[in-house]
Structures are given as C-alpha cells and as structure tokens.
C-alpha cells in the first residue's frame, strides 16, 4: 500500500525566512497531494494542493512543487510570519478512497 | 463557511464504559472518514463510508470500535468497552468521491479514559 514519509519532524525559522517541508510517497499511482495545516486546538485545514499533472502550484507566500519522477513533492512558506507557527501534514491520494498523511512537521516560526 | 460538526468536544470516561461520537459532515459531501490522532501514530484512518455504505473499516479494532452512518446528516462512531490506550482525539472528515478535492475536517473529539 501507499506510504508517505514527511521531513522534518520540527522546523524552526526566523521570521521573515522560508520553510521547506519535503515527502515522499511510494505508490506511483498516486495523483493527487494536499497539505494541511494544524493548528493547536483544531483539525487540519487544507491549505493548497496538486495534481499529478501539474509541477508547481503556487498560492501568494506557499508553494507546492511535485517530482513524478522522484516521487516527491514539497512545501514551501516565504516570509514566514508566527502565526504560521503550526503542524503541517502532507498526504498522497491515488484516486479510490484513501488519503495517506505524512506524520506530520511541527514549525515554529520565531519573532 | 460549511463546517464538519463534531461533538462532543471532550469527553472523558471511566475504562470500560461505552463512548459515542457524533459527526455532522457537509451537506452534499458523499464521503466521511474516521481519524485518530495521537501524539506517536499521527493521524490514523480508522474508516470511512461513501454514500453512507461503509467501504473499509481495517483500522478499527474490530472488537470494541464501530463505526454508523444512519443517515447523510450524521456519523457515528462508538467505542465499547473503552480503554485508557483508547485516549486520543477522533475527528470526522468529509469530501468528494474520489478525494481529489480534499477533505474538511471537524475539530475533533478529545477522549480521555481512566
């Protein structure tokens, strides 16, 4: 079955300094990849996705980018800010019914 | 904004009693999902229904977790007899078939049994 593998674990940045949180999903069916962020207290909310069709996404200070090849895709945060202080999970879909989550990166951004 | 309901919020139980848990997910979302959060297993598919049929439940003990969906408006999941290794929070996500629109969640159950 699938699996999704999430670095770091934690992350610390400056604000005002850029974030990358890489996966890697081993299913090569898998064509669909959301991230979600957590923030204490919550459930995850989506923040941005991409499809299987498609290398780079962007959405004003995120960005995903997608490897098909290498079967990984990553996350990544400019200008980060405290309030995106918070767990960030990645997740491969491969088109039936299951979403796979990474386990997870904690980062904190510091003023 | 829609909301995925999930109630109650906390819920703490003594071992061995029965816990039910509620969801209300997106009116016109055809799929919901069961998770399991815990500090050392992250988040843990536990099952999901599509069209209220319930479509893999792999990840429940089968033993002491059930999982219901009487009706479109509302997901039940109970466990019984609870355990304190049942500790977590449960939440309840909802979408699209297929999934490639991603999932809202609701904010989750937070169960403590002692």
């Known amino acids: 079955g699938e699996n999704v593998e999430q670095h770091p674990s934690t992350l610390s940045v400056q604000e005002g300094d850029s974030a990358v949180i890489k996966c890697t999903y081993s299913?090569?069916?898998?064509?669909?990849f959301p991230w979600y962020k957590q923030e204490l207290g919550k459930g995850p909310q989506l923040i941005i996705d991409?499809?299987?069709?498609?290398g780079e996404k962007k959405d004003q200070r995120i960005a995903v980018t997608l490897n098909k090849t290498a079967k990984h895709f990553s996350l990544h945060i400019t200008e980060t800010q405290p309030e995106d202080s918070a767990v960030y999970f990645c997740?491969?879909?491969?088109?039936?019914?299951?979403?796979?989550f990474g386990a997870g990166t904690r980062l904190f951004v510091k003023a | 904004d829609a909301r995925v309901t999930q109630t109650p919020r906390h819920k703490v139980t003594e071992m061995g009693q029965e816990v039910t848990m509620r969801c209300q997910p997106i009116?016109?979302?055809?799929?919901v999902f069961w998770y399991r959060q815990t500090m050392m297993q992250g988040l843990e598919l536990l099952a999901y229904?599509?069209?209220?049929?319930?479509?893999?439940d792999s990840g429940m003990p089968k033993d002491r977790f059930s999982a219901e969906m009487p009706d479109a408006t509302l997901a039940t999941l109970k466990i019984q007899p609870s355990e304190p290794r049942d500790s977590a929070v449960y939440f309840c996500?909802?979408?699209?078939?297929?999934?490639?629109?991603?999932?809202?969640f609701g904010s989750g159950t937070r169960l403590t049994v002692v």
């Open positions: 996500a909802s979408g699209f078939t297929g999934g490639n629109y991603g999932y809202t």
């Open positions: 299913d090569s069916a898998s064509n669909y």
């Open positions: 991409i499809r299987s069709n498609v």
């Open positions: 997740a491969a879909h491969t088109g039936g019914f299951k979403t796979i």
């Open positions: 009116l016109g979302h055809n799929t």
């Open positions: 229904f599509r069209n209220r049929a319930p479509l893999d």
